[in-house]
């Protein structure tokens, strides 16, 4: 699976848009983007995921580059509930395994 | 919907000590794996299995066994515990066809 390189850590003002960038220049032609959030230790939240169209559902938007070597994950209206440590993953449609990086830890603030 | 359920919640274990960490799903998946997760870091994948009768492993086997007699059941087994295995641990599952993999909520193991 491909590598992704994601920063550290964001802080985000609640109520404004969090944009999280993610890295993912050896990414194979049919390997998907994934992102997952984790908030505190719990198990793993999925996101949303695409493949080379911009994806939106009811918590995020997906744009991803046309060369498909990068992509951003946007959080419309952040709120104090979406501090987390997010995760973007690449990966085959099967979805049977993943490798997680270390993330980027959002901190939304009053 | 229970979705992936996981037991014990928590679990404190002497060096040496077995024990089988439980994980059960209920939305027929055929995909289900194990994973680890140390302080500050990511998860990482165990074992893994894509049917009943099928595991293989992932990328830190050591220590651990797994079996798939049912679609619903993949439990972990450590074998003989040290203190290195001291982590939190989710299972996961997944269907063929979908691209979504469902956590567990952790079990949380301490090896002395």
């Known amino acids: 699976d491909a590598k992704t390189t994601q920063p550290p850590s964001m802080d985000c003002a609640e109520g404004r848009a969090a944009n999280l960038p993610c890295n993912h220049s050896t990414i194979s032609g049919n390997e998907y983007v994934y992102w997952y959030r984790q908030i505190h230790s719990q198990g793993p939240q999925y996101i949303i995921h695409?493949?080379?169209n911009n994806e939106t559902n009811e918590m995020a938007s997906l744009i991803i580059t046309e060369d498909r070597k990068s992509s951003t994950l946007i959080l419309p209206h952040a709120t104090l509930r979406d501090t987390a440590v997010y995760y973007c993953i690449v990966s085959t449609g099967t979805a049977s395994k993943l490798t997680f990086g270390t993330g980027t830890r959002l901190q939304v603030t009053l | 919907n229970a979705g992936v359920t996981q037991t014990p919640k928590f679990q404190v274990l002497k060096t040496g000590q077995s024990m089988t960490l439980q994980c059960a799903q209920d939305m027929n998946h055929e995909y289900m794996s194990w994973y680890r997760q140390d302080p500050g870091m990511g998860l990482r994948l165990i074992h893994y299995s894509v049917g009943a009768g099928i595991t293989d492993q992932g990328e830190v086997p050591n220590g651990y066994n797994v079996s798939r007699s049912t679609t619903e059941d993949f439990p972990l087994r450590l074998l003989s515990a040290a203190p290195s295995q001291t982590s939190v641990y989710f299972c996961a599952s997944s269907s063929p066809a979908g691209n979504t993999i469902y956590f567990g909520e952790g079990s949380w193991l301490t090896v002395v």
């Open positions: 695409g493949l080379k």
